[in-house]
Antibody
Framework: EVQLVESGGGLVQPGGSLRLSCAAS????????MHWVRQVPGKGLVWVSR????????NYADSVKGRFTISRDNAKNTLYLQMNSLRAEDTAMYYC??????????????WGQGTMVTVSS | EIVLTQSPATLSLSPGERATLSCRAS??????LAWYQQKPGQAPRLLIY???NRATGIPARFSGSGSGTDFSLTISSLEPEDFAVYYC????????FGQGTKLEIK
């Protein structure tokens, strides 16, 4: 079964750090670009970051640039999101996503169940 | 920055009725648009990619159409499990999503 399972969320104080992990199974992890998307409860979806298949290229939303770092370990089939200098506005459910986009279409076809991050004192 | 605007914000219909959801882009997207369904407490699920292609396992009652700046998702005959929030997404400008349309039971 193709699956993504996130972990690492929790309660952290403003200015603190957290590392999210996403364990992939059921597919060739090293073949796909991967993303993180977040969602404040009751609100819409916001793209956060992406990484290419071998980890050599990364991109970030302006709101997290310089504070978050996406990485992957293809030997361990795991995606990471290192989150530093956390702010209250980073509070959200964070989803790990497999990207199966083609040259002329976008397709985020596998989503994890999400891990909740709460930034509060 | 490409902005996706979905309408209506809420759509109230009954099972068996036809639903049409709209997504308008501030700039032309060619055929990059995708649609997702999200039920309460669940992660989103890919429904449509490339504006009109159903994802694996998606029932035929779901269809997508459109090009350029105007796109739509149609559910031909609503089933009880179709009541959810629907999002469109583009890749032209860092994967932005629309704000969502809530499809609720009338």
């Amino acid at each position: 079964e193709v699956q993504l399972v996130e972990s690492g969320g929790g309660l952290v104080q403003p200015g603190g750090s957290l590392r999210l992990s996403c364990a992939a199974s059921g597919f060739i992890f090293s073949s796909n670009w991967m993303h993180w998307v977040r969602q404040v409860p009751g609100k819409g979806l916001v793209w956060v970051s992406r990484i290419n298949s071998d980890g050599s290229s990364t991109n970030y939303a302006d709101s997290v640039k310089g504070r978050f770092t996406i990485s992957r370990d293809n030997a361990k089939n795991t995606l990471y999101l290192q989150m530093n200098s956390l702010r209250a506005e980073d509070t959200a459910m964070y989803y790990c996503i497999r990207d199966s986009s083609g040259s002329n279409y976008v397709a985020f076809d596998i989503w994890g169940q999400g891990t909740m991050v709460t930034v509060s004192s | 920055e490409i902005v996706l605007t979905q309408s209506p914000a809420t759509l109230s219909l009954s099972p068996g009725e036809r639903a049409t959801l709209s997504c308008r882009a501030s700039q032309s997207l060619t055929s990059y648009l995708a649609w997702y369904q999200q039920k309460p407490g669940q992660a989103p699920r890919l429904l449509i990619y490339g504006a009109s292609n159903r994802a694996t396992g998606i029932p035929a009652r779901f269809s997508g159409s459109g090009s350029g700046t105007d796109f739509s998702l149609t559910i031909s005959s609503l089933e009880p499990e179709d009541f959810a929030v629907y999002y469109c997404q583009q890749r032209g400008d860092w994967y932005a999503f629309g704000q969502g349309t809530k499809l609720e039971i009338k």
